[in-house]
């Protein structure tokens, strides 16, 4: 009878224990599917969920917020993805925010990661759409790393290919690298060309010291055209002296010109002089000489016009004739 009792009280105990730690692992089981608390519904659509499954983590800003309800398979290439999100959260989950999928660690279960928008769009509601980002998966990385391979063994083997046929002597650049002469001769272009570049250089410093010179040098000609203000007046003096002077020449020429052709048109003294053929003859030789150094002193003028150490100031003069011209016909 005392084994009887005893066992019962035994047999009681387990039962309560048992059904106790029943309760606990359904409230666990519960609070992990969110069996006990309120609850919403978002979606998001993705083209591959990576291995995910019903029931897995769903995390925003790492925390722990919700889990997967259903995932759907809408056509070849999309997925719907169902998730409970606790009711507390939706404050801070906004409708800009987007949806990947993620792993839990190195080696972990896949979990979906809602990551925040950086926009201001209202809250979230039941029952709403989240835009969804892929991530490049393992396969796709290995399937990159597999074309990038060959690739990478095919232009070795490309410059493989080329590096023999230049050891060879084939083409430009193996010619290049196996011909001594044709290396000799370029050696000795390039050596010309530093001196070639040396000496346009040593030109071109000799050519600075004798403009600096020039430049700073009163004792020459040219130092004092370029630097004495008293020698270039004096010379613009002198250029227009010889201008009246040829002027003022070429007024004689025309009077005598002009007494010429009087002495052949009157009767007397004169006539007679001019029938006098040596003294005819006299003249018009004198005439002749000075015609010519008139036009000798002319084309003096001229070139001297022309010379670069005088045209500044015969271009100057004509631009102040044009000057007063404008002036006077204003």
Same mark, same amino acid.
């Given at each position: 009878?005392?084994?009887?009792?005893?066992?019962?009280?035994?047999?009681?105990?387990?039962?309560?224990?048992?059904?106790?730690?029943? !309760?606990?692992?359904?409230?666990? $089981?519960?609070?992990?599917?969110?069996?006990?608390?309120?609850?919403?519904?978002?979606?998001?659509?993705?083209?591959?969920?990576?291995?995910?499954?019903?029931?897995?983590?769903? &995390?925003?800003?790492?925390?722990?917020? =919700?889990?997967?309800? @259903?995932?759907?398979?809408?056509?070849?290439?999309? $997925?719907?993805?169902?998730?409970?999100?606790? %009711?507390?959260? !939706?404050?801070? $989950?906004?409708?800009?925010?987007?949806?990947?999928?993620?792993?839990?660690?190195?080696?972990?279960?896949?979990?979906?990661?809602?990551?925040? =928008?950086?926009?201001?769009?209202? !809250?979230?509601?039941?029952?709403?759409?989240?835009?969804?980002?892929?991530?490049?998966?393992?396969?796709?990385?290995?399937?990159?790393?597999?074309?990038?391979?060959?690739?990478?063994?095919?232009?070795?083997? @490309?410059?493989?290919?080329?590096?023999?046929?230049?050891?060879?002597?084939?083409?430009?650049?193996?010619?290049?690298?196996?011909?001594?002469?044709?290396?000799?001769?370029?050696?000795?272009?390039?050596?010309?060309?530093?001196?070639?570049?040396?000496?346009?250089?040593?030109?071109?410093? %000799?050519?600075?010291?004798? $403009?600096?010179?020039?430049?700073?040098?009163?004792?020459?000609?040219?130092?004092?055209?370029?630097?004495?203000?008293?020698?270039?007046?004096?010379?613009?003096?002198?250029?227009?002296?010889? %201008?009246?002077?040829?002027?003022?020449?070429?007024?004689?020429?025309?009077?005598?010109?002009?007494?010429?052709?009087? !002495?052949?048109?009157?009767?007397?003294?004169?006539?007679?002089?001019?029938?006098?053929?040596?003294?005819?003859?006299?003249?018009?030789?004198?005439?002749?000489?000075?015609?010519?150094?008139? @036009?000798?002193?002319?084309?003096?003028?001229?070139?001297?016009?022309?010379?670069?150490?005088?045209? =500044?100031?015969? &271009?100057?003069? %004509?631009?102040?004739?044009? &000057?007063?011209?404008?002036?006077?016909?204003?």
């Amino acid at each position: 009878m005392k084994n009887t009792s005893s066992q019962k009280i035994r047999l009681g105990l387990f039962v309560i224990i048992s059904t106790i730690l029943f !309760i606990v692992a359904v409230y666990l $089981i519960g609070q992990r599917q969110n069996m006990f608390r309120k609850t919403f519904t978002i979606s998001s659509y993705f083209q591959n969920v990576n291995g995910l499954q019903n029931g897995n983590n769903v &995390r925003y800003a790492g925390i722990d917020i =919700g889990t997967v309800k @259903d995932i759907t398979m809408i056509n070849d290439s999309t $997925i719907k993805i169902d998730m409970h999100i606790d %009711e507390k959260i !939706i404050t801070h $989950i906004k409708k800009d925010a987007i949806a990947t999928i993620g792993s839990d660690g190195l080696v972990g279960n896949m979990i979906v990661n809602i990551v925040p =928008g950086e926009g201001t769009a209202p !809250i979230i509601t039941n029952s709403d759409f989240i835009d969804s980002y892929s991530k490049i998966g393992a396969d796709d990385i290995l399937s990159t790393l597999s074309v990038s391979s060959e690739n990478a063994a095919i232009l070795t083997s @490309d410059l493989l290919k080329i590096t023999t046929a230049m050891l060879e002597g084939k083409g430009t650049v193996g010619l290049l690298l196996n011909d001594t002469i044709m290396a000799k001769d370029l050696k000795q272009s390039v050596n010309n060309l530093k001196l070639a570049s040396r000496g346009a250089t040593r030109t071109i410093n %000799e050519l600075n010291s004798i $403009i600096s010179s020039i430049k700073t040098n009163d004792d020459t000609v040219l130092g004092v055209m370029l630097n004495d203000s008293v020698s270039g007046s004096k010379l613009k003096a002198m250029v227009s002296n010889l %201008e009246m002077s040829s002027q003022e020449i070429n007024n004689v020429l025309n009077n005598i010109n002009d007494v010429v052709d009087t !002495i052949n048109s009157s009767d007397g003294a004169y006539n007679y002089i001019l029938n006098d053929t040596t003294l005819v003859n006299n003249l018009k030789s004198t005439i002749k000489n000075i015609n010519e150094g008139t @036009d000798k002193f002319n084309q003096n003028m001229e070139a001297l016009k022309h010379n670069f150490l005088t045209r =500044g100031y015969f &271009r100057k003069l %004509e631009r102040q004739a044009k &000057r007063e011209l404008k002036k006077s016909g204003n």
